[in-house]
């Protein structure tokens, strides 16, 4: 168990909707970063943010977009959802800011299905 | 093409037997990391090794690190089952701020 807490761990959409997904990093981490793992791509960084501040920017769609709150918290928001968009979402926490210079820590990962 | 690429992409071995997984970047680096994950499930991870190291060991595992031929190993002595897994390395480009990029992985099948 890596200390990192993701919901939910499955959904189930339609094409053209809105979800949201939600990380809990590690107690004490001030970084998290969300990552996009599919078949065809693999796994993809998508974005970091640091002590509630966008840090480092991937290959993150216009369409999504991520927040981190005031208790370190993170929400990944997905939306006009595509077909293509079906992929498991993980986050990951880190202690500081230099990702690069870090262990990171993953979650389980959120399975999303666009239909 | 990526920034860090496994090398096999799948790799089927006996129990008791050492695998070894390769790793090839392209650009400078400030260091480089493997991770595990088991199908599905989120990344652990194994080991990190920095640009000034050539070899590190935890337990079974032996990392080695070649700058020169922007290349690095993975071998996992004694392998269990239980080390059925995808391996991914994740390399930085030495620029502060920069993220990791993971390569495809290399998927290893252990068979008892």
């Known amino acids: 168990d890596s200390g990192v807490t993701q919901t939910p761990k499955h959904l189930i959409t339609a094409t053209g909707q809105r979800v949201t997904l939600r990380c809990s990093p590690r107690?004490?981490?001030?970084?998290v970063y969300w990552y996009q793992q599919s078949l065809d791509q693999g796994l993809q960084f998508l974005i970091q943010?640091?002590?509630?501040?966008?840090?480092a920017k991937g290959n993150i769609l216009e369409r999504f977009s991520a927040q981190q709150f005031p208790d370190l918290h993170s929400e990944l928001n997905l939306s006009s959802l595509e077909l293509g968009d079906s992929a498991l979402y993980f986050c990951?926490?880190?202690?500081?800011?230099?990702?690069?210079?870090?262990?990171?820590?993953f979650g389980p990962g959120t399975r999303l299905l666009v239909l | 093409s990526q920034q860090g690429e496994e090398d096999p992409q799948a790799l089927s071995i006996q129990e008791g037997e050492n695998a070894t997984m390769n790793c090839s970047y392209k650009?400078?680096?400030?260091?480089l990391q493997w991770y595990r994950q088991n199908s599905g499930r989120g990344l652990v991870h194994l080991i990190l090794i920095r640009s000034n190291e050539r070899e590190k060991h935890s337990g079974r595992l032996r990392v080695t690190l070649d700058t020169s031929k922007k290349s690095s190993s993975l071998l996992i002595t004694a392998s269990r089952a239980a080390d059925t897994a995808s391996y991914f390395c994740?390399?930085?480009?030495?620029?502060?701020?920069?993220?990791?990029?993971f390569g495809p992985g290399t998927r290893l099948s252990v068979l008892p």
């Open positions: 990951a926490s880190s202690e500081g800011l230099a990702g690069v210079f870090e262990t990171q820590y």
């Open positions: 943010y640091y002590n509630g501040e966008e840090r």
């Open positions: 994740a390399t930085d480009k030495a620029n502060y701020g920069q993220n990791f990029v």
């Open positions: 107690s004490g981490d001030l970084s």
């Open positions: 650009t400078s680096i400030n260091n």
